[in-house]
C-alpha cells in the first residue's frame, strides 16, 4: 500500500523540479518588464489584473499567522527549555534597541546631508500646494477629524493594545502583533512547563509549519504571475505629476534604502562566512517578494527559509528572531518616519539642533514600532508621533506622503525584511550559529 501511494503521488502532484525555471531571473526580468509596458500603456488591464495580483497576495498572507504561530511558539518553548535561554534572550534584548536607533540615527544623518526639502524651486513648490489643494476635498473628514486622534492614541494605548482579549478574533481579523505577543506567551509557559505532556503540542506545530511552508513552496512557483499582476497595477495608479514634484524626496528616499539594503547584504555576508554570490542568490527570492508584494509578512516564510536552508544559520535563531525583527522592529518603517520628518522639517526651514534630532530619532522609532498591526493610511498618520512634539502639522504635508505611497511602500517593506535578515544573522553569529541552541527541528 506505500508503494502504491507513492506511485499515486507522483503521478498526482507535478515534478517541481521542472517548473524551476519559474524562479529564475530571467522569469521574474520578463514578467517585470510586461508589467511595465501595460501598467504604462494599457492601464484598463492592469486594473482588470489587479484582482488575480490580490488574490496572489491573499494566498501569500493566508500562510503567515499559522506559520507565525507555529514557528515562535514552538522555538520560544525549545528556548526555554534550554540552559542558554538567559543569554540568548539578552542579546536579543540588546541588538535589536542598538540596530533600531543606528538605523534612525543614519537616516537622520543622511536626510540632514542631502536636504531633500531644502531649496526647492518655486515651480515645485507650487506644484506641492496644488497637490494638497487638490486633494484636500477628497482627504477632509480624514484630516480634520479622527487622525490626529488616532496617532495620539496609538502612542499612548500601545501597549495596552499588545495583549489579545480574544485570541480567535486577532487571529480571524488578521492583527498579527496580537498573535505574536500570544505566542510568546504560550512558548514561554510551554517551555517552563517541562513536562512529557507538552511534546505533542510541540509536534502539532511543527506539523503545522510544515504544512504552510510546504505551501508556500508551491505559491513561489508562480510568483511571476504574481509579481506581473501587482505591479501593472501599481504602476498604472502612480502619477507623473506627483512623482516629479516630490523627486527629491523619492531620490533621498531611494538613495537611504540603497545604502541600508547595501549595509545590511554586507553584515550578513560577513555573518555567513560564505561566498558573496552565494549569499545575494539567497537573498533574491525575498529581495522579489518584498518589492512585489508590499507586504513583509508575506515575506517572512521565505526570508526563514533562505536563512536557514540558503545561508545555513540556526534554525532556532531564524524561526524565532526573523518574525520579531520584521514584525516588531519595522526597521524600514523608522528609516521612512526619520527621513520623513526631517523632510517636513525643511519644507518649514525648522533647523536642526540636538534637541530636534533626538525627538526625530527616538519618535521615528516608536513610530515605527507602532505601525505593527495597522495598515493602509493609519500606517501613515504615525507620523504624526514625530511631527507633534516638533509642532509641525500632519494635516498639511500627509496627502503628500499619501500620494507617493504606492512607490515607497515597496522599498519600505523592503527595508523591513532585509533589514530584519541582517539582525537575524548577527544574534545568530552571535549564539555561535547552529551549536549553542539546539533542539528545534521544526523544517
Request: charged share 10%; with cysteine.
Amino acid at each position: 500500500m506505500t508503494i502504491n501511494s507513492g506511485i499515486k503521488k507522483r503521478q498526482f502532484w507535478p515534478n517541481t523540479v521542472s517548473l524551476k525555471w519559474l524562479r529564475s531571473p530571467w522569469a521574474i526580468l520578463a514578467s517585470v518588464v510586461l508589467a511595465v509596458y501595460v501598467g504604462t500603456t494599457h492601464k484598463e488591464l492592469a486594473i482588470l489584473l489587479a484582482p488575480l495580483g490580490n488574490f496572489y497576495l491573499g494566498l501569500l498572507k493566508m500562510c503567515v499567522l499559522p506559520i507565525l504561530l507555529s514557528a515562535i511558539t514552538t522555538s520560544i518553548g525549545q528556548l526555554m527549555q534550554s540552559s542558554k535561554a538567559t543569554q540568548y534572550i539578552k542579546r536579543i534584548l540588546v541588538i535589536f534597541p542598538l540596530g533600531l536607533l543606528a538605523s534612525s540615527s543614519v537616516t537622520v544623518i543622511l536626510a540632514t546631508i542631502m536636504g531633500p526639502g531644502r531649496n526647492l524651486s518655486t515651480k515645485t513648490l507650487e506644484s506641492l500646494g496644488g497637490l494638497i489643494n487638490n486633494s484636500s476635498i477628497d482627504l477632509e473628514m480624514a484630516l480634520t477629524g479622527p487622525i490626529p486622534e488616532e496617532s495620539s492614541q496609538s502612542l499612548a494605548s500601545f501597549l495596552i493594545s499588545l495583549v489579545p482579549e480574544n485570541i480567535f478574533s486577532a487571529l480571524s481579523q488578521g492583527e498579527t502583533l496580537k498573535v505574536l505577543v500570544f505566542s510568546i506567551i504560550v512558548g514561554i509557559s510551554l517551555g517552563l512547563v517541562r513536562d512529557r505532556v507538552t511534546e505533542p503540542c510541540f509536534d502539532i506545530l511543527r506539523a503545522i509549519y510544515k504544512t504552510f511552508n510546504q505551501l508556500i513552496s508551491w505559491l513561489t512557483l508562480i510568483l511571476p504571475i504574481g509579481l506581473f499582476s501587482l505591479l501593472a497595477y501599481q504602476l498604472s495608479q502612480q502619477g507623473l505629476d506627483v512623482m516629479l514634484s516630490m523627486m527629491n524626496f523619492v531620490i533621498a528616499a531611494l538613495v537611504i534604502f540603497l545604502v541600508v539594503y547595501v549595509l545590511s547584504t554586507l553584515i550578513i555576508w560577513q555573518q555567513a562566512k560564505t561566498s558573496f554570490i552565494k549569499v545575494l542568490a539567497a537573498l533574491r527570492e525575498p529581495t522579489i517578494l518584498a518589492l512585489a508584494t508590499s507586504s513583509s509578512l508575506a515575506c517572512l516564510p521565505s526570508a526563514i527559509t533562505q536563512l536557514t536552508e540558503g545561508l545555513n544559520f540556526s534554525r532556532q535563531t531564524a524561526h524565532l528572531v526573523t518574525p520579531l525583527a520584521i514584525t516588531l522592529c519595522r526597521f524600514g518603517s523608522v528609516i521612512y518616519f526619520a527621513l520623513g520628518s526631517v523632510f517636513v522639517m525643511q519644507l518649514y526651514d525648522k533647523p536642526m539642533d540636538l534637541g530636534s534630532a533626538i525627538i526625530v530619532i527616538v519618535g521615528s522609532i516608536f513610530a515605527g514600532m507602532a505601525t505593527s498591526g495597522v495598515t493602509g493610511l493609519l500606517t501613515l498618520t504615525m507620523l504624526g508621533i514625530v511631527l507633534e512634539p516638533l509642532q509641525l502639522p500632519l494635516e498639511a504635508v500627509l496627502v503628500l506622503f499619501v500620494a507617493i505611497d504606492p512607490i515607497m511602500d515597496p522599498f519600505r517593506t523592503l527595508a523591513i525584511v532585509h533589514t530584519g535578515i541582517a539582525t537575524t544573522a548577527v544574534i545568530a553569529d552571535e549564539s555561535s550559529g547552529n551549536t549553542i541552541i539546539t533542539g528545534l527541528n521544526i523544517m
